[in-house]
């Protein structure tokens, strides 16, 4: 696929974005260089390799799931002005 000024005019269009004539021959000449990267790319032979999702061998190690006590919110609440129970008690602003 070539990259051309008619194309260029749709791809703003699209994308609602207004590019300055100075500058138009060098964004064509970019994504020229990407679309001609990308059909490099669909040239590989990728019918022997494995679909590899992570590099790890056996998959992701998960750790145990197992409740903890946490006594974070007691913590913050003791910095606050004033709370109840587990609630921040703030000014009425609303009558």
Do not use: C, W
């Not at 992570?54 to 003791?78: C, M, Y």
């Amino acid at each position: 696929m070539q990259i051309d000024e008619k194309l260029l005019s749709k791809l703003e269009k699209l994308s609602a974005l207004k590019i300055a004539e100075e500058k138009r021959i060098e964004v064509i000449q970019e994504l020229s260089e990407i679309v001609n990267f990308v059909d490099k790319l669909n040239e590989l032979d990728l019918s022997f390799s494995e679909i590899t999702i992570n590099t790890i061998k056996g998959g992701t190690p998960f750790r145990v799931d197992e409740a903890r006590v946490s006594n974070v919110i007691n913590q913050v609440l003791e910095h606050s002005p004033k709370y109840s129970e587990h609630f921040f008690i703030v000014p009425k602003i609303i009558e």
